[in-house]
């Protein structure tokens, strides 16, 4: 079992492009979480899937943040118009019964915005 | 969500034992006790979970006071690779709030 996978490990991007990183869970597992990590912040929940079906996105930025998860393999966390406040590592987790309560987290995407 | 406090940090040597505090003094008698722990690089990991009393697997022990409001993670034989950030996280085992939310866990030093 690889684990969640996510790519890029590092991204690089200019202030006002778009970014968009990617995930793909443990096969079988139903839910798929998204989070940020920055050292001011802490670890702050973003939104998660269940069976595909978005659920909660209360942690979300209301604007330039989108999340999908078009197919059980793979979801996407795209941000447009990345600011510097946008820097920050991306984790995605996975869940086997989607109840959210044992997560299996990738190594995440470090984001940096310059 | 019960919100939790545990020290900011703590520092240990090689060997010993380390017991990582977690009060949850408003946990509801639906919620259960989690331990997630994270190394640098790396998502956080699953360690342990626990309603009552002690559960112990092959990585730690939970200790969970009679009143549940308060836990200890013991973590026996530390080593260098123990050196982490402890999460201690109170939820609906039933899931119904879905996510999991982080605080800022306790900072596990290990010196040789």
């Known amino acids: 079992n690889a684990g969640v996978i996510q790519t890029p490990r590092h991204k690089v991007t200019g202030k006002g492009q778009e970014a968009t990183l990617w995930c793909e869970p443990i096969?079988?597992?139903?839910?798929v979480f998204w989070y940020r990590q920055t050292i001011v912040q802490g670890l702050e929940f973003l939104t998660y899937?269940?069976?595909?079906?978005?659920?909660?996105d209360s942690g979300m930025p209301k604007e330039r943040f989108s999340a999908q998860m078009p197919n059980q393999s793979h979801s996407t966390l795209k941000i447009q118009s990345t600011q510097p406040q946008d820097s920050a590592v991306y984790l995605c987790?996975?869940?086997?019964?989607?109840?959210?309560?044992?997560?299996?987290f990738g190594e995440g995407s470090r984001l940096i915005v310059v | 969500l019960a919100k939790t406090t545990q020290p900011p940090s703590m520092e240990a040597y090689e060997g010993q034992e380390v017991n990582v505090s977690c009060s949850h003094t408003?946990?509801?008698?639906?919620?259960?006790i989690y331990w997630y722990r994270q190394v640098p690089h790396q998502g956080p990991q699953f360690i342990i979970q626990?309603?009552?009393d002690y559960v112990v697997n092959e990585v730690a022990s939970l200790f969970i006071s009679a009143d549940r409001k308060l836990s200890t993670l013991s973590l026996p034989w530390v080593s260098l690779r123990d050196a982490a950030v402890y999460y201690c996280?109170?939820?609906?085992?039933?899931?119904?709030?879905?996510?999991?939310?982080f605080g800022l866990g306790t900072t596990l030093q290990v010196q040789p």
């Open positions: 987790a996975s869940s086997l019964r989607g109840n959210g309560n044992t997560l299996y």
């Open positions: 408003n946990i509801a008698t639906s919620e259960y």
């Open positions: 899937f269940r069976n595909q079906a978005p659920i909660d």
């Open positions: 996280i109170v939820t609906d085992r039933a899931g119904n709030t879905g996510k999991l939310i």
């Open positions: 096969s079988g597992h139903s839910a």
């Open positions: 626990g309603y009552k």
